[in-house]
């Protein structure tokens, strides 16, 4: 998986220690996906293991300097190669629970997209306002501040479609599901979207926790 | 927020058309208000209430019931006659297709707000070169509109709206007509104007430009059901990024 590629491709630049991977991969990254050192080491003696990386000697502390074997380049080549599949990607959290939501009583569905509209569309405008007030920075760290936009913006765009949809079912007054439109769109005593609570407090990955940071 | 002067304040605004049974209720209860160096994007589906709510704020409709004030001025009791002129004198427009007039020049087309409100030819234009200064076109100004991008003629509206003493500026999906990059050049225009202590009304359903504001208001069958502020990025977090 990516940190695996991911310190593999930067090996491929010259033999790296640990620590240099680490500061290396989350400068490149924006720091959306901040690594400890353990991580690295981790994944290290497990590349050593296959083949992948090699020790090139160590510093006066015994830190190891890694540098990639020819099968770890040929294995970083094929990763260049193939495009990351959609289902390779970590579970949806925020799909998964609309999906639930519709259909358990008592959930104020509308209540709940917005409120994580509203969540979604603060993300968004804390990556708009990094993005100004940073205008000079790395290439690399504004394709990933960008990334981080427009995956926003395309959570929000799907809300949009299925407050549209929840809207139509309720005008229609009846849903192929057999779930009764007022169902959907009533709090009945249930849960609501807040006490549901957001994706944060649930530990999951979500727009607004990848923050990204300026290097 | 350099200025916390109150441009524009609506307050339990609801605007609806017919009555009884049939009465549609285009706006109920709305209050909002936008700050001197302050930019807030309206999103909502069509047919929540962006272009009602926008319409009442630069006084081109009346409020059913409660109050707009612009500038500190109460719109709904004056008489149409002395409610454009408030408008003429505080308030822009900004709209998707541009609206400028094709048989005049941009410095023609930005100074023409001022002359009909009775300012003198040279004063007009003087304020009009240095409102398209501004917006960084005054190389263009004595071009035509057909002989500018969508870009640039965009940035001479946000230079008419914005021209002589005019604060308010009401823009209603104006990067709507614009590619992704001139889209956004246009936000980072109507940013910046706002930072230098207009203030900005931005009708959009593009999420992605409704991130430039500092506040965004969720509009639906008329009603405010959220607003957000963005979260403040703790500077900290950009030093540690930095240090690293």
């Not at chain 1, 970590?90 to 358990?104: C, F, G």
Request: hydrophobic share 40%; glycine share 10%; aromatic share 4%.
């Amino acid at each position: 998986m990516s940190i695996r590629y991911g310190l593999l491709a930067l090996l491929a630049e010259a033999p790296r220690y640990g620590n240099q991977l680490r500061s290396e991969f989350e400068r490149r990254t924006a720091a959306t996906w901040p690594l400890n050192v353990g991580q690295v080491y981790t994944t290290m003696a497990r590349l050593e293991r296959d083949g992948l990386v090699e020790s090139a000697g160590a510093d006066d502390e015994g830190h190891a300097l890694y540098r990639l074997t020819e099968a770890g380049r040929a294995d970083l080549e094929a990763w260049w190669r193939t495009p990351v599949k959609r289902e390779q990607r970590p579970r949806d959290e925020l799909a998964i629970k609309l999906a639930l939501a519709v259909t358990a009583p008592g959930v104020d569905v509308r209540s709940l997209v917005q409120t994580q509209r509203s969540d979604s569309m603060r993300a968004l405008q804390e990556y708009t306002r990094l993005k100004v007030r940073h205008p000079d920075s790395d290439l690399a760290w504004q394709l990933v501040l960008e990334g981080l936009i427009f995956q926003a913006e395309a959570e929000i765009r799907w809300l949009d479609h299925c407050e549209g949809r929840l809207a139509r079912e309720q005008e229609g007054g009846h849903r192929e599901g057999g779930l009764s439109a007022s169902q959907m769109g009533r709090r009945e005593g249930g849960l609501s979207a807040s006490q549901m609570g957001r994706r944060e407090a649930a530990g999951m990955p979500s727009a607004s926790k990848s923050r990204p940071v300026r290097t | 927020m350099k200025s916390r002067e109150l441009v524009l304040v609506l307050e339990q605004v609801s605007r609806s058309h017919g009555h009884g049974a049939t009465a549609v209720h285009a706006l109920r209860d709305v209050s909002l208000s936008v700050c001197a160096g302050e930019l807030v994007a309206v999103m909502g589906p069509s047919g929540s209430g962006k272009s009602t709510l926008l319409n009442l704020a630069g006084g081109l409709d009346r409020p059913s019931s409660g109050s707009v004030r612009v500038g500190g001025i109460e719109l709904s009791t004056l008489s149409r006659r002395d409610v454009a002129a408030i408008r003429r004198r505080t308030a822009g427009y900004v709209f998707q297709d541009f609206n400028l007039i094709p048989a005049l020049t941009a410095v023609e087309n930005v100074s023409l707000p001022l002359e009909l409100d009775g300012v003198g030819v040279r004063r007009a234009r003087t304020a009009a070169m240095q409102a398209l200064a501004e917006v960084d076109v005054a190389e263009l100004a004595d071009r035509f509109p057909d002989d500018m991008s969508g870009g640039q003629q965009q940035r001479v509206a946000i230079a008419r709206a914005l021209v002589g003493e005019r604060r308010l500026l009401l823009a209603d999906e104006p990067t709507g007509a614009l590619d992704s990059e001139t889209g956004e050049s246009v936000l980072r225009l109507l940013r910046s104007r706002c930072d230098a202590g207009a203030a900005g009304v931005l009708v959009t359903h593009e999420a992605r430009h409704a991130s430039w504001a500092d506040r965004v208001v969720f509009l639906r069958d008329g009603v405010m059901i959220d607003q957000t502020g963005p979260i403040d990025v703790p500077e900290s977090l950009l030093e540690n990024g930095s240090a690293r």
